[in-house]
């Protein structure tokens, strides 16, 4: 083998890209054995590949370039370890970040998808799965008070309990009654975080559609009613709203469209 490489034939040897190494040099970090005083050309001595496989291991796992060189020349089982099990957490942590970035991607694309092939019109029975929710804590809404405001104590209130606003929001009424007295009023808040202890139960429910802002239902509430007493039904436990399109996905907040179900036998 040659005595010394060009950054050409190092790159080659190395896997390591050319700009790569000429950065590394200019900071610092990784510099060629010698240059060429008359073109100032960079050439690198071949045993220098062993030095480098510690800048591309630690990068790898993605430790700062700038910590690679402070620990380049003070480098010890001992302090590797530390600076290992460092990046350990750190990773650990950006992994917890990406399956919960996964988590809310999988979830608001079921639920946009579910939205593109509702049947506004229509009120239906069928089988709902098991889902997780983190309930908020109880609604008290004020004399001539909105949706909007206990909503945004409900999001202002978010990280005191661990919800992530990321995920869509829904509203929860305890019973068909008091939804139906109340429909803009939900008894509380929820999130679609899976990692909530409160379940919404596998079975059959009653589910319908509605197009408009945030606690607007129009006549759907009252279809409701009437699809449960034409059809025999009996309505258990909780309404569950859920907005399957929103802001996330619709420009015009008149165009949201939610969907509401709830518990049912004959």
């Known amino acids: 083998m040659k005595d010394f490489l060009s950054v050409k034939e190092f790159s080659r040897l190395s896997g390591i890209e050319n700009t790569t ?55 010890s089982p001992e302090n590797i370890v530390d600076l290992i099990e460092q990046q350990e957490n750190l990773l650990d942590m950006e992994m917890r970040r990406l399956r919960e970035s996964y988590s809310i991607i999988h979830t608001r694309r079921d639920l946009i998808k579910i939205g593109m092939r509702a049947d506004v019109s229509q009120i239906t029975v069928h089988g709902l799965i098991e889902r997780s929710i983190i309930l908020g804590p109880p609604n008290r809404f004020k004399e001539g008070e909105g949706f909007y405001e206990p909503f945004m104590l409900f999001c202002k209130q978010a990280k005191t309990q661990r919800v992530n606003l990321s995920y869509p929001i829904g509203g929860y009424h305890e019973s068909m009654e008091r939804f139906l007295a109340k429909p803009g009023e939900p008894d509380y808040f929820y999130s679609l975080d899976p990692t909530g202890s409160t379940k919404r139960a596998a079975g059959d429910y009653m589910v319908g559609y509605a197009r408009g802002y945030y606690g607007e239902f129009g006549d759907l509430p009252e279809r409701m009613a009437a699809y449960a007493e034409g059809n025999g039904l009996t309505c258990h436990g909780p309404v569950y709203t859920i907005f399957l399109h929103d802001e996330i996905c619709m420009k015009d907040p008149f165009q949201y469209l939610s969907q509401l179900s709830v518990a049912v036998s004959k």
């Open 21 to 75: 190494l000429r950065y590394w040099d200019d900071i610092g970090l990784f510099s060629p054995a010698k240059r060429d005083p008359e073109n100032n050309y960079r050439y690198y001595a071949p045993e220098q590949i062993i030095a480098v496989n510690f800048i591309t291991v630690m990068s790898s796992l993605q430790v700062p370039l700038k910590m690679i060189g402070e620990m380049e020349g003070e480098r």
